[in-house]
């Protein structure tokens, strides 16, 4: 593995990051004070060269921020949720606070509009992750504390496909960028599984080897079956799922929980993870420089 370019934030404890999808230096941190505990949060915009990581902007919230998405019709806007229930949207080239915040418990939204479009309810617990379908108009996914995987669609406003993955909680979901019916569910009880939307009355595969509860997964952008996950045993690990030995390579260079994971989309071997050990990292793993 190449050496990692690290941007140490003391007194913000990292829970998610993704890269731009413009610009391909700059990449997106949601972070909490107190490990998300108590205290405020912080989204920092970073840009990455071969001289190192540097803050290009930084805004504070007055809750810890747990998750970050950037939006794909806008290279400056962002989008993060808090543990206050609301949700903030940003934009990069303006220094002050949010351009609006959304108190709003739902999956689905416009900036253009003050309102949700749509309220989906079935899930009887915490929801962890959503994700759209980049394949399917109007599709989403959702994983869950109540141990279940939901395919929703916005023009039935319901569940499509209701899921029980895991006999445990599901903190992490993500959607095969090269297959409209693959999924992969990440859980606490250290087991990533992959889900055929055609048959899902068992996972397609099964991935072992984390040794405590797997907080992120997302599949590679560049590699079919390629794809990463990190986890509270302060690992990220990349893996390829149509091999008979998946696991391709572990990287150990945090020191506590891992949180955030993020594939560059623009660099096929490029990587970012933050961690709460104040620190956010990017890097180029050995086994995405080699071919998968």
């Not at 803050?55 to 949720?81: A, K, M, P, Q, Y």
């Not at 071997?269 to 961690?275: G, P």
């Amino acid at each position: 593995m190449s050496a990692a370019r690290t941007l140490r934030v003391p007194g913000r404890h990292g829970y998610a990051a993704e890269f731009s999808p413009y610009l391909p230096g700059r990449l997106a941190c949601a972070a909490a004070q107190h490990y998300g505990i108590a205290g405020c949060g912080t989204l920092l915009i970073l840009d990455h060269s071969e001289s190192g990581l540097r803050i290009f902007r930084s805004f504070d919230w007055n809750d810890g921020l747990f998750d970050v998405t950037w939006s794909e019709n806008n290279e400056h806007v962002l989008v993060t949720c808090s543990g206050d229930g609301s949700m903030q949207l940003w934009d990069t080239a303006k220094a002050a606070g949010p351009l609006q915040v959304y108190k709003e418990h739902t999956q689905e939204w416009d900036p253009t509009v003050e309102k949700s479009l749509c309220t989906f309810r079935g899930h009887e617990s915490v929801i962890y992750s959503t994700i759209w379908s980049p394949h399917i108009p109007g599709c989403f996914a959702s994983a869950s504390g109540d141990q279940t995987l939901r395919i929703w669609d916005m023009k039935a406003t319901g569940v499509r496909i209701v899921i029980p993955a895991h006999q445990t909680e599901i903190l992490s979901c993500d959607w095969c960028k090269y297959n409209e019916n693959l999924l992969v569910t990440g859980a606490v009880d250290c087991s990533l599984r992959g889900w055929d939307l055609r048959n899902v009355r068992q996972p397609v595969f099964e991935l072992l080897g984390h040794t405590y509860a797997i907080r992120r997964v997302k599949f590679s952008p560049f590699h079919a079956s390629v794809l990463a996950s990190c986890s509270y045993d302060f690992t990220v690990r990349f893996w390829n799922f149509s091999k008979p030995d998946p696991l391709l390579e572990t990287v150990e260079h945090h020191t506590e929980f891992t949180c955030g994971l993020d594939f560059s989309l623009q660099s096929p071997t490029q990587v970012a993870d933050c961690s709460w050990d104040e620190t956010i990292k990017i890097y180029d793993p050995a086994c995405l420089t080699i071919p998968a």
